[in-house]
């Protein structure tokens, strides 16, 4: 089905590593953007193997091995205390246990070198100011309408939309997102201006009732990516835009380690913002007639295990192999659906088993991690390259 003219409505990494992964399999693709502007927000990401081994099938293993970090170590720490419940020495343990490396990336300088691989590929591929309003389909055919009175008609439709998808809306529900009681601050600092600060490990999660707080180096250690998540009913705005300050931040973290407050006043208060946590349950199908669903547009899950973009990488991988593989649409979105959705769904349970647990363990009697921990084999080695489809 090489001939298919695919169209991606969504260029975050989820729709652009679907592109990738269809441009290298012979694949026309065209991605709709909503934003005038390519751009990620800054924050970090963290890059599991099973991850990896996505972007190494679209050609990105240099790019990540030459860029992004590989954290030697990790703790998960107590957070009255800064004492070290459990550290461990990741120094080439995730490529021997899984056959791929785990990294930790600016979002934005992935973003950038997808969107530069697309565009290699393609320099049109990306339609910039395309917000996506519904869909028509045809026998053979699939027909999106945009916000701006453009039309474009392809043979199949892929919505990589984020949690909020228009094309979701537009083919299974809008039902909205369920805030989960749980709002998170993020930052980026200097990693020279909290060097008395980050002792301890390269990467870490610091532990404590109802509150995690998580900070890793980014750029070979030029930076820190910082992350807390609290319970709380204070705000439940969504957007990644949303200015906090340090005040707000550290009333949160009262009584946590000299560490965590350090790190929190040094951030930039520029560099300083918070969002709601929302959620959804998983759902019984993703597909209707030439159109599907990837990434957080099937299924949006919570940070804990910090899979959320690893599963849309993997989705993109799945799904191009699949379209490369079957003879009709029909065909190859049932067989990407069985081979996800079993995997994403226990994702997204564990993820919100991993909060309830990193948030309700008593940091004074650790007994070690949840049976969810990230060490677990069936997680991190998934191959979405080889997986049987």
């Given at each position: 089905?090489?001939?298919?003219?695919?169209?991606?409505?969504?260029a975050?990494?989820?729709?652009?590593?679907?592109?990738l992964?269809?441009?290298?399999?012979g694949?026309?693709?065209?991605?709709?953007?909503?934003?005038p502007?390519?751009?990620?927000v800054?924050?970090g990401?963290?890059?599991?193997?099973n991850?990896?081994?996505?972007?190494?099938?679209?050609?990105l293993?240099?790019?990540?091995?030459e860029?992004a970090?590989?954290p030697?170590?990790?703790a998960?720490?107590h957070?009255?205390t800064?004492?070290a419940?459990?550290?461990?020495?990741?120094d080439?343990?995730?490529?021997?246990?899984?056959g791929?490396?785990?990294?930790?990336?600016?979002?934005a300088?992935?973003?950038?070198?997808l969107?530069?691989?697309?565009?290699?590929n393609?320099?049109?591929?990306?339609l910039?100011?395309?917000?996506?309003?519904t869909?028509?389909q045809?026998d053979?055919?699939?027909?999106?309408?945009?916000?701006n009175?453009?039309?474009?008609?392809?043979?199949?439709?892929?919505?990589?939309?984020?949690?909020?998808?228009a094309?979701?809306g537009?083919?299974i529900d809008?039902v909205?997102?369920?805030?989960?009681?749980q709002?998170?601050?993020?930052g980026m600092?200097?990693?020279?201006?909290?060097a008395?600060y980050?002792?301890?490990?390269?990467s870490?999660?610091?532990?404590?009732?109802?509150?995690?707080f998580t900070?890793y180096?980014?750029?070979?250690?030029?930076?820190?990516?910082?992350?807390g998540?609290?319970?709380?009913?204070?705000?439940?705005?969504e957007?990644w835009?949303?200015r906090a300050?340090?005040?707000?931040?550290?009333?949160?973290?009262?009584?946590?380690?000299?560490?965590?407050a350090?790190?929190?006043?040094?951030i930039?208060?520029?560099?300083?913002?918070?969002?709601?946590l929302?959620d959804?349950?998983?759902?019984?199908e993703w597909t209707?007639?030439?159109?599907?669903?990837l990434?957080?547009?099937?299924?949006?899950m919570?940070?804990f295990?910090?899979?959320?973009?690893?599963m849309?990488?993997?989705?993109?991988?799945?799904l191009?192999r699949?379209?490369?593989k079957?003879?009709?649409p029909?065909?190859?979105?049932a067989?990407?659906?069985?081979?996800r959705?079993e995997?994403?769904k226990?994702?997204?349970?564990?993820s919100?088993?991993?909060?309830?647990?990193?948030?309700?363990?008593?940091?004074?009697?650790?007994?070690?991690?949840a049976?969810t921990g990230?060490m677990?084999?069936?997680l991190?080695?998934?191959?979405?390259g080889?997986?049987?489809?």
């Amino acid at each position: 089905m090489r001939d298919l003219s695919v169209l991606v409505i969504g260029a975050g990494m989820g729709g652009l590593t679907a592109a990738l992964a269809l441009q290298k399999l012979g694949f026309k693709v065209k991605i709709y953007e909503q934003a005038p502007a390519l751009g990620e927000v800054g924050a970090g990401l963290t890059i599991s193997p099973n991850a990896t081994r996505a972007l190494e099938f679209v050609g990105l293993g240099p790019f990540m091995a030459e860029h992004a970090d590989k954290p030697s170590s990790g703790a998960l720490v107590h957070y009255r205390t800064g004492e070290a419940l459990t550290k461990t020495q990741r120094d080439g343990s995730f490529l021997e246990q899984f056959g791929a490396e785990y990294y930790q990336i600016h979002r934005a300088d992935l973003h950038d070198a997808l969107v530069a691989a697309v565009r290699d590929n393609d320099k049109d591929a990306i339609l910039l100011n395309h917000a996506f309003a519904t869909l028509t389909q045809e026998d053979n055919s699939v027909t999106a309408q945009f916000e701006n009175g453009e039309t474009a008609t392809g043979d199949v439709l892929i919505g990589a939309d984020g949690s909020r998808s228009a094309v979701r809306g537009s083919i299974i529900d809008t039902v909205a997102p369920k805030f989960t009681g749980q709002a998170a601050f993020r930052g980026m600092v200097l990693a020279e201006a909290v060097a008395p600060y980050m002792t301890i490990a390269n990467s870490s999660t610091t532990m404590g009732p109802g509150h995690i707080f998580t900070r890793y180096y980014l750029r070979h250690e030029a930076l820190v990516n910082v992350v807390g998540i609290a319970k709380t009913e204070a705000w439940k705005e969504e957007g990644w835009s949303i200015r906090a300050t340090h005040e707000e931040f550290l009333t949160e973290y009262q009584g946590w380690n000299e560490n965590v407050a350090g790190i929190i006043k040094a951030i930039p208060k520029d560099k300083l913002y918070k969002w709601a946590l929302f959620d959804r349950d998983p759902i019984p199908e993703w597909t209707v007639g030439r159109a599907t669903l990837l990434g957080d547009a099937a299924h949006p899950m919570l940070p804990f295990l910090g899979m959320g973009a690893a599963m849309a990488l993997e989705d993109g991988v799945v799904l191009a192999r699949c379209l490369e593989k079957y003879d009709t649409p029909t065909a190859a979105f049932a067989a990407y659906e069985d081979a996800r959705k079993e995997r994403t769904k226990g994702v997204l349970l564990d993820s919100r088993k991993q909060g309830i647990w990193y948030q309700t363990s008593d940091p004074d009697n650790f007994k070690g991690f949840a049976s969810t921990g990230e060490m677990r084999v069936p997680l991190m080695g998934y191959d979405p390259g080889s997986t049987p489809i």
